[in-house]
Structure formats: structure tokens, C-alpha cells
């Protein structure tokens, strides 16, 4: 094969190679690999970190050849310097710059060993080709590493999660692209200058320097010169001598520890916000030097860190607003109706534009001692959707003050707000509730139909047609619908965010209704959130907003488990009230173990409030009580052996007669109903009947 066709075959192989990767490394290796098996007998790429030239790639035939490589520093200075390639006398070694816009970014050597074949014009014609082709495509490379960093190190810093923990995750993507370690400083008061978080490439040294988290490892004069070169916001590159920068700077007690991860060199920017300097975040190289290149890259890092803290701070600043506008929208507090518990939820939706929600709940007392509630959800999101649902909560109330047809509300509360806001849609039921005979009369505008837990725990829908507020008068009139509430147990009014909690409505009414099924729920003091625990995820969707209104049994007692007189309290009232039942004395000796023992192991593993019901159901009393603690699930090992510790108390209640059911209820805590040993004592006999 002629020499030239050496050097076409040369050329097209490099193009291929040039163009088949992405990775730096890749490209060198094989762009040396191909120069010597068409063009030399050694090859070498050396790029430019700072001032000095780094050996990149090599491939060689022979040792010989590779010692040829590693001895030209000269030359290859030289074509660095001039800018211009170059042929050494002995014709034996070529040296051509690699060149991007007039910017030399590193030199191409290639070295004969060979007397017979010697270097000339055209060889120095390709290798300047070559050379400039390599260039450009590791000069595109580092630009699309660069992006790949910045793209990584934008998605953590506008990631959720609090800002110590999204710069910990910028240290992450720093120390895997560019750096061997990397600090953030804080600064503090009194000019005071901390290690916030470190991190290094090698994880057992990353555990050595966590030690200096928290502390102030600059000396008093470095703190000073740091504090000084960041309220100016200015940047700091040592290129070189990073090592004995660092050490001087170090208080005499860090240096131990800083003593085995000494850096070639070094890079600090300031980390800032419109309004004040955070901190700094500085980097660290230990084989090679930083450029130019990475002080403008960690400088439009740190510009990305400013416009993250800057996002953070607004959306806190919204969320302060509408939180704070929420709380005026909603009802401040609720009416208390007699013989009735009323427990309520708002649960915002979990976003990172903190917009306000139009779901609102309400009860408002009318002037003859009935009650007005409401619930409903307005389209859309935002100060408007929330400025409508304040306008039609308050246009409900003030009608039903004149009006007491649930439906007559309904399209008397439309035709006021489609005058100020002629194209909103909202949903809402409404249901007059009358304390005295325990009924409703209610109406529905499209909203999900509240449910009845009835006593004995089946369940029931609130049906009732009707179409949304802003559409009702494309619809003919409707009628109310009533019923008696004397066999309710709970009443649930809920927002379709509940059900769409998990973007799926048939899991979601599934979930509802299990909920609402649960044995706890009537024998709650809060009922909304205990639907809203078993219901909602962490990070729901939409607003949801829950109502309910529980017809509690006579006995109840709430208090909180560290409360140190509250459970005695419970235990006197419940001895009362089973006397007052007619409990004979020894029955009642024994129910008073069983409650010590179940709300002794409550205040032992789940502090929090606990709630304590006596039910009598087909004659059998039965004592509920539900704490707030992480939930368990009685195991039949627990239940045979007494000498475990881990459910003892549950197996001492069984000894005196009471039958246990234990209902896990999964993210608000344990619900555990005991029947107890007990029957009433016969009535005694009369002196009448007797004589």
C-alpha cells in the first residue's frame, strides 16, 4: 500500500473516529490508535490545562517510540508557543497545534522511529489537519459536557427539597464531571466564615472530611480575605501552588485532616442572591490544574445557584401568602352543634407554584337553630379561583338567612356570583341540618356525593342530582331531597381531590369508602383527618377538603397519652359510667384492668393524642380506643406467648375474658376494640312486690 494511500485511509478513519463519540477519552484513544497504524510510529495528544501542556492520549509500536514521545516537551512548546506546526531536523517528529478560532487548546505529536521513513511536507499537511479536526471536535465535546453539567446541576438545584440539601446534590454532580472535592462555605455573623457541607470522589475520604462540617477551619485573617473577596462578589483561581494556599489558610488543628487531599489547584465564586451572599463554593483538583474554562463554568453555576435561592424565596413568599390567604377564605372556626363532633382538612395541593385552591368547606347557624352546610370546589386555580370561592361561600350563607330550599340557595348563590364573575363554574352540595329532630334537606350542583356510615357500619350516598353552579340554568328546577340522620353515625362531605388524590378516581372512591368502613371512625374526636390519612399521599395532586360530622356515642373521652392525669381521669369516668349502667362491681373491677392495660400500652409506644369510646352493641359493651403511633399488627406468636414482651399487655387483656380485633390503620396509627366481660346486674326485686 503506497504511502498515500496510507494517509487517505488515515484521514478517513479519524473522521470516523471523530464523529463516533462523545467521550473525550474515546475519541483520543482511538484517534492515537489510528495514527499509528497508518501514519507513525508513535502518537501523542497533549492538552493545555492552564499553562501547562498534559499528556491526554498515547499509542506507540515500540518503547522506543514511546520514549520519543515523552522526551519532546521542547517541541511541543514550541509549536504551543508559535502557534504554527513544526518538523524537527531530523525529520523524525512532527508537531502540530491544535487550534479553535486562533485559541491553541493543545499540540498533536507524531514520531517516526524508522530511518526510512522520515516526515515531509505532506505529512506535516495531514498532521495539521488532523490536528485541527481533533481540535474542533474535542473543543464540541467539552462544550456538550459542559451543558450535560450545567442541565444536571440545574434539575438538582430547581429540584424540591431544602437548599442544604440541593447544593449537597451540586457537590455530587461537581465531583463526578470536573473536580476531585468540593466545599461549601457559609457565611455567618460577625463576618464569621463556616464549612457548610464537603464532599470528595473517594467516599471513605468524603466520611474523613465530614468531621469539619459545622465548623470555622479558616484562620481569622483567611476569614477576613474570603468575607472581603465574596461581598464584592469576585472569584478566586489558583491554577497552581493550591496546596500551600490551602495550608496557610487553615487553622493549625484542620490541617491533620486536610493533609492527605492537598490540591494541585484551586477555584472559589461566590454564591449569592440579589439581596445578600450566601456562602462560597470552592473546588479542588489534586493531579491537574483549572483553567479559565471551569472559573467560567462555576461561575454560571454559581448564577444558577442565585436564580435557585432567588425561586426558593419566592415561592416561600407565596406560600407565606397563601397560606395566610387561605386561612382568610376558609371559615376561622366552626360552630359547634349539639350532640354532633365536627371535624375538618384542607390539604393544599403539593406544587411548586403554591397557587391557591378553590375547595372550601362551612357551616353557618341560621337564626331558628338549624345549621347551613356547605362544601364545593370552583374551577381553576390561583388568587381568582379563591376570590369566586369567597364570593359564593358568602353568598350561600347570606341566602340561606332568607331562604331554606337547599336548591332555592344554590340558584339564588349563582345568580349573584355570575355577576361579577359571569364565566365561573364550581360544584357544591348544601344541607340544612335541624338538631332538633336530627334531619336534613339538602341539594346538589354537581358535586361528589357525600357518604353515610350508618350504625352497624354499612354505608350510604347522599344522592341528589343537579347541575354545577354557572351551568343550573340550562337544567329544569329541581327539588330537595331530605332524610332522617337518627341511624347516622358519621356524615362525609368531601372535594373530588380526595378521590383524585392519585390521578385514578376508581382507586381513589375505593379508598374513600374503605376509609369511611374503617371500625375508628366514629370513635374519633377528629374523623377528617383520620379519611385524610388513609387517603391522601404525601404529594397529592389537587387541593382536597374534608368535612365530617360525627353522632358520637354517650362515652367518649379524648386526652393525650404524656398527660399525666388525663388517663386516670378517662378510667374514673369510664368506672361512672358503667355503674351507671348497672354493671355489677366485679365486672366493673375487671373492665378497669382491661382499660389500664390498653391505654398503659398506648402511652408506652404511641404518644400522642388517644381516643377512648364505650359502645353497647346488642347488649355487649365495647371499649374502643385508637392511638396516633405508627400502627401495628397483632402476630398469633404474640398472642400464645406471654412472656414476649411485645404484646403482653394485649394477651393480659384476653386472660380476663375481653375478645380483641386490632385494625392497623396504615400513616395515622391502631385501633383496638376489646369486648368487655360484662353484663348488667339483675334490677332488684321492690318491697310491693314482696308483700
Same mark, same amino acid.
Given at each position: 500500500?503506497?504511502?498515500?494511500?496510507?494517509? @487517505?485511509?488515515?484521514?478517513?478513519?479519524?473522521?470516523?473516529?471523530?464523529?463516533?463519540?462523545?467521550?473525550?477519552?474515546?475519541?483520543?484513544?482511538?484517534?492515537?490508535?489510528?495514527?499509528?497504524?497508518?501514519?507513525?510510529?508513535?502518537?501523542?495528544?497533549?492538552?493545555?490545562?492552564?499553562?501547562?501542556?498534559?499528556?491526554?492520549?498515547?499509542?506507540?509500536?515500540?518503547?522506543?517510540?514511546?520514549?520519543?514521545?515523552?522526551?519532546?516537551? $521542547?517541541?511541543?512548546?514550541?509549536?504551543?508557543?508559535?502557534?504554527?506546526?513544526?518538523?524537527?531536523?531530523?525529520?523524525?517528529?512532527?508537531?502540530?497545534?491544535?487550534? =479553535?478560532?486562533?485559541?491553541?487548546?493543545?499540540?498533536?505529536?507524531?514520531?517516526?522511529?524508522?530511518?526510512?521513513?522520515?516526515?515531509?511536507?505532506?505529512?506535516?499537511? =495531514?498532521?495539521?489537519?488532523?490536528?485541527?479536526?481533533?481540535?474542533?471536535?474535542?473543543?464540541?465535546?467539552?462544550?456538550?459536557?459542559?451543558?450535560?453539567?450545567?442541565?444536571?446541576?440545574?434539575?438538582?438545584?430547581?429540584?424540591?427539597?431544602?437548599?442544604?440539601? %440541593?447544593?449537597?446534590?451540586?457537590?455530587?454532580?461537581?465531583?463526578?464531571?470536573?473536580?476531585?472535592?468540593?466545599?461549601?462555605?457559609?457565611?455567618?455573623?460577625?463576618?464569621?466564615?463556616?464549612?457548610?457541607?464537603?464532599?470528595?470522589?473517594?467516599?471513605?475520604?468524603?466520611?474523613?472530611?465530614?468531621?469539619?462540617?459545622?465548623?470555622?477551619?479558616?484562620?481569622?485573617?483567611?476569614?477576613?480575605?474570603?468575607?472581603?473577596?465574596?461581598?464584592?462578589?469576585?472569584?478566586?483561581? +489558583?491554577?497552581?501552588?493550591?496546596?500551600?494556599?490551602?495550608?496557610?489558610?487553615?487553622?493549625?488543628?484542620?490541617?491533620?485532616?486536610?493533609?492527605?487531599?492537598?490540591?494541585?489547584?484551586?477555584?472559589?465564586?461566590?454564591?449569592?442572591?440579589?439581596?445578600?451572599?450566601?456562602?462560597?463554593?470552592?473546588?479542588?483538583?489534586?493531579?491537574?490544574?483549572?483553567?479559565?474554562?471551569?472559573?467560567?463554568?462555576?461561575?454560571?453555576?454559581?448564577?444558577?445557584?442565585?436564580?435557585?435561592?432567588?425561586?426558593?424565596?419566592?415561592?416561600?413568599?407565596?406560600?407565606?401568602?397563601?397560606?395566610?390567604?387561605?386561612?382568610?377564605?376558609?371559615?376561622?372556626?366552626?360552630?359547634?352543634?349539639?350532640?354532633?363532633?365536627?371535624?375538618?382538612?384542607?390539604?393544599?395541593?403539593?406544587?411548586?407554584?403554591?397557587?391557591?385552591?378553590?375547595?372550601?368547606?362551612?357551616? &353557618? /347557624?341560621?337564626?331558628?337553630?338549624?345549621?347551613?352546610?356547605?362544601?364545593?370546589?370552583?374551577?381553576?386555580?390561583?388568587?381568582?379561583?379563591?376570590?369566586?370561592?369567597? %364570593?359564593?361561600?358568602?353568598?350561600?350563607?347570606?341566602?340561606?338567612?332568607?331562604?331554606?330550599?337547599?336548591?332555592?340557595?344554590?340558584?339564588?348563590?349563582?345568580?349573584?356570583?355570575?355577576?361579577?364573575?359571569?364565566?365561573?363554574?364550581?360544584?357544591?352540595?348544601?344541607?340544612?341540618?335541624?338538631?332538633?329532630?336530627?334531619?336534613?334537606?339538602?341539594?346538589?350542583?354537581?358535586?361528589?356525593?357525600?357518604?353515610?356510615?350508618?350504625?352497624?357500619?354499612?354505608?350510604?350516598?347522599?344522592?341528589?342530582?343537579?347541575?354545577?353552579?354557572?351551568?343550573?340554568?340550562?337544567?329544569?328546577?329541581?327539588?330537595?331531597?331530605?332524610?332522617?340522620?337518627?341511624?347516622? /353515625?358519621?356524615?362525609? &362531605?368531601?372535594?373530588?381531590?380526595?378521590?383524585?388524590?392519585?390521578?385514578?378516581?376508581?382507586?381513589? *372512591?375505593? +379508598?374513600?369508602?374503605?376509609?369511611?368502613?374503617?371500625?375508628?371512625?366514629?370513635?374519633?374526636?377528629?374523623?377528617?383527618?383520620?379519611?385524610?390519612?388513609?387517603?391522601?399521599?404525601?404529594?397529592?395532586?389537587?387541593?382536597?377538603?374534608?368535612?365530617? @360530622?360525627?353522632?358520637?356515642?354517650?362515652?367518649?373521652?379524648?386526652?393525650?397519652?404524656?398527660?399525666?392525669?388525663?388517663?386516670?381521669?378517662?378510667?374514673?369516668?369510664?368506672?361512672?359510667?358503667?355503674?351507671?349502667?348497672?354493671?355489677?362491681?366485679?365486672? @366493673?373491677?375487671?373492665? *378497669?384492668?382491661?382499660?389500664?392495660?390498653?391505654?398503659?400500652?398506648?402511652?408506652?409506644?404511641?404518644?400522642?393524642?388517644?381516643?377512648?369510646?364505650?359502645?353497647?352493641?346488642?347488649?355487649?359493651?365495647?371499649?374502643?380506643?385508637?392511638?396516633? $403511633?405508627?400502627?401495628?399488627?397483632?402476630?398469633?406468636?404474640?398472642?400464645?406467648?406471654?412472656?414476649?414482651?411485645?404484646?403482653?399487655?394485649?394477651?393480659?387483656?384476653?386472660?380476663?375474658?375481653?375478645?380483641?380485633?386490632?385494625?392497623?390503620? *396504615?400513616?395515622?396509627?391502631?385501633?383496638?376494640?376489646?369486648?368487655?366481660?360484662?353484663?348488667?346486674?339483675?334490677?332488684?326485686?321492690?318491697?310491693?312486690?314482696?308483700?
Amino acid at each position: 500500500m503506497s504511502v498515500l494511500e496510507l494517509k @487517505v485511509r488515515f484521514l478517513l478513519e479519524t473522521a470516523e473516529v471523530l464523529s463516533s463519540s462523545s467521550n473525550r477519552q474515546a475519541v483520543l484513544r482511538g484517534f492515537a490508535q489510528a495514527a499509528i497504524r497508518h501514519l507513525c510510529d508513535g502518537c501523542g495528544v497533549a492538552l493545555l490545562e492552564g499553562e501547562n501542556l498534559r499528556l491526554g492520549a498515547v499509542a506507540y509500536r515500540d518503547a522506543a517510540a514511546r520514549l520519543e514521545i515523552e522526551s519532546r516537551e $521542547g517541541i511541543l512548546h514550541q509549536a504551543l508557543r508559535t502557534g504554527r506546526p513544526i518538523v524537527c531536523e531530523s525529520s523524525m517528529v512532527v508537531a502540530a497545534p491544535m487550534m =479553535v478560532a486562533r485559541q491553541t487548546i493543545g499540540v498533536l505529536c507524531l514520531i517516526s522511529s524508522d530511518d526510512s521513513r522520515r516526515f515531509g511536507p505532506d505529512d506535516l499537511e =495531514v498532521a495539521t489537519a488532523a490536528a485541527s479536526g481533533l481540535a474542533i471536535t474535542l473543543e464540541n465535546i467539552r462544550f456538550f459536557e459542559r451543558f450535560r453539567l450545567l442541565g444536571r446541576a440545574t434539575d438538582q438545584l430547581f429540584a424540591r427539597g431544602s437548599t442544604s440539601e %440541593k447544593l449537597h446534590k451540586l457537590l455530587e454532580v461537581i465531583v463526578d464531571e470536573i473536580a476531585d472535592w468540593a466545599v461549601v462555605y457559609a457565611l455567618g455573623p460577625a463576618r464569621s466564615v463556616r464549612v457548610q457541607d464537603v464532599l470528595h470522589r473517594d467516599p471513605e475520604m468524603s466520611r474523613t472530611l465530614s468531621e469539619i462540617r459545622g465548623q470555622r477551619v479558616l484562620t481569622p485573617e483567611a476569614e477576613r480575605n474570603l468575607f472581603e473577596m465574596l461581598t464584592t462578589r469576585r472569584s478566586l483561581l +489558583c491554577s497552581k501552588g493550591g496546596a500551600e494556599l490551602l495550608r496557610d489558610s487553615l487553622r493549625s488543628y484542620i490541617v491533620p485532616v486536610y493533609a492527605q487531599v492537598m490540591p494541585q489547584s484551586s477555584l472559589t465564586v461566590a454564591l449569592f442572591t440579589s439581596d445578600e451572599v450566601y456562602g462560597a463554593l470552592t473546588i479542588y483538583a489534586e493531579r491537574h490544574s483549572l483553567s479559565e474554562r471551569e472559573l467560567e463554568l462555576m461561575q454560571e453555576l454559581a448564577r444558577r445557584v442565585a436564580l435557585s435561592f432567588e425561586h426558593d424565596e419566592s415561592v416561600e413568599r407565596e406560600r407565606r401568602l397563601t397560606q395566610t390567604l387561605q386561612e382568610v377564605t376558609l371559615p376561622a372556626m366552626l360552630p359547634e352543634i349539639a350532640n354532633t363532633v365536627v371535624s375538618t382538612v384542607y390539604t393544599p395541593a403539593a406544587t411548586t407554584d403554591a397557587q391557591l385552591g378553590g375547595d372550601w368547606y362551612d357551616i &353557618f /347557624e341560621l337564626r331558628d337553630g338549624r345549621y347551613l352546610l356547605s362544601i364545593g370546589d370552583v374551577t381553576g386555580r390561583g388568587l381568582h379561583a379563591s376570590a369566586i370561592m369567597g %364570593k359564593l361561600r358568602h353568598s350561600i350563607n347570606v341566602v340561606a338567612l332568607y331562604e331554606l330550599n337547599p336548591v332555592s340557595i344554590l340558584d339564588a348563590a349563582e345568580f349573584v356570583v355570575r355577576q361579577r364573575y359571569p364565566d365561573a363554574i364550581a360544584t357544591a352540595f348544601v344541607a340544612i341540618y335541624d338538631p332538633h329532630d336530627r334531619s336534613i334537606v339538602y341539594a346538589n350542583a354537581g358535586h361528589p356525593y357525600p357518604i353515610l356510615r350508618l350504625r352497624g357500619g354499612a354505608l350510604e350516598e347522599l344522592t341528589a342530582e343537579g347541575l354545577p353552579i354557572g351551568l343550573r340554568s340550562m337544567d329544569k328546577p329541581a327539588q330537595p331531597y331530605a332524610r332522617t340522620m337518627r341511624d347516622v /353515625e358519621v356524615m362525609v &362531605f368531601y372535594t373530588d381531590g380526595v378521590t383524585e388524590a392519585n390521578r385514578d378516581t376508581e382507586i381513589g *372512591e375505593r +379508598c374513600l369508602r374503605t376509609a369511611v368502613e374503617s371500625a375508628a371512625l366514629p370513635f374519633v374526636r377528629n374523623a377528617a383527618e383520620l379519611i385524610a390519612a388513609l387517603c391522601l399521599p404525601p404529594q397529592a395532586h389537587d387541593d382536597a377538603a374534608i368535612m365530617t @360530622v360525627t353522632f358520637p356515642h354517650p362515652a367518649t373521652w379524648m386526652f393525650q397519652a404524656d398527660h399525666a392525669r388525663a388517663a386516670p381521669d378517662a378510667r374514673c369516668a369510664l368506672v361512672t359510667q358503667l355503674r351507671r349502667e348497672g354493671i355489677d362491681r366485679e365486672d @366493673v373491677d375487671v373492665a *378497669e384492668v382491661i382499660f389500664g392495660e390498653l391505654v398503659a400500652n398506648v402511652v408506652r409506644h404511641a404518644p400522642g393524642p388517644i381516643d377512648v369510646a364505650l359502645e353497647w352493641r346488642n347488649g355487649n359493651a365495647i371499649l374502643h380506643v385508637t392511638d396516633r $403511633g405508627r400502627g401495628f399488627m397483632r402476630s398469633p406468636l404474640e398472642a400464645q406467648n406471654p412472656l414476649r414482651e411485645s404484646g403482653r399487655g394485649l394477651w393480659l387483656v384476653e386472660q380476663f375474658g375481653g375478645a380483641i380485633e386490632v385494625e392497623r390503620l *396504615e400513616g395515622y396509627g391502631t385501633h383496638v376494640s376489646v369486648t368487655l366481660p360484662v353484663r348488667r346486674a339483675a334490677p332488684r326485686a321492690s318491697v310491693l312486690a314482696k308483700r
